[in-house]
């Protein structure tokens, strides 16, 4: 299967996923700096994918997919109940539940709003509130657990992203130890490590 990345974009949740799941994956270059966003032969990415942002996976049937939350859960049942609860079972809900939250509530605060300095301070200042207010009820949560769910599921891939984001982009993590804690059990998961080193790399320093 093939994922259309950007190195350091949400896309590195999907790589999470297969990458725990032992798929390999063919990683394609999408320049989403370049407006419009280009692929390496030079090619518009709007063929790929009209809605013109990462990620988009490519199935082995050929069919595309896109959005980050169907994308994770397409991947986890590839072998159904090791990342994910099984779909019919009651906590496939909770980690819907989720996937929906760090979608909506903090991925699509980052992107676009922090990543972007032209919408101004007023617009970043009330984001990095909000997420901060996000990051207060996961500290909450991880309390006396290790990951979302008791046990790694795609949600924590999910959730790897905005953290992963958190200096960058100014939304300090220091008041939340068990986010901290979370991310440092994250980064030493062999999977995460390889995902993260293979979704870092651009055509250019691959060619280097
Ligand atoms: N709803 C989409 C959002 C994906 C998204 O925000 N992708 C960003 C990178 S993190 C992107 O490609 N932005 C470029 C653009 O919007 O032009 C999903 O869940 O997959």
Redesign the pocket.
């Given at each position: 299967m093939k994922l259309y990345y950007?190195p350091w974009?949400?896309s590195l949740a999907p790589a999470i996923a297969a990458a725990e799941a032992g798929i390999a994956l063919d990683l394609v270059h999408v320049d989403?700096l370049k407006d419009p966003?280009t692929l390496p032969d030079g090619s518009l990415y709007s063929a790929v994918n009209p809605r013109?942002?990462?990620?988009v996976l490519v199935r082995e049937n050929g069919e595309p997919l896109?959005?980050?939350?169907a994308i994770l859960q397409y991947l986890a049942d590839r072998e159904p109940g090791h990342l994910a609860p099984l779909p019919a079972a009651p906590e496939r809900i909770e980690l819907q539940q989720w996937l929906t939250f760090i979608?909506t509530e903090l991925h699509k605060m980052y992107?676009p709003w922090l990543l972007h300095p032209e919408v101004g301070e007023l617009a970043q200042e009330y984001a990095r509130s909000k997420i901060a207010n996000r990051y207060a009820f996961i500290d909450r949560h991880l309390a006396g657990r290790d990951y979302l769910l008791g046990t790694f599921t795609v949600a924590d891939a999910y959730l790897f992203v905005p953290v992963n984001w958190a200096a960058g982009a100014k939304t300090p993590l220091g008041d939340f130890p068990n986010i901290g804690a979370w991310f440092k059990r994250m980064k030493a998961r062999p999977a995460v490590q390889d995902a993260f080193r293979a979704h870092s790399a651009t055509p250019k320093l691959l060619a280097a």
């Open positions: 950007h974009a949400c989403i966003h013109h942002y990462v990620p896109s959005e980050v939350a979608g992107s």
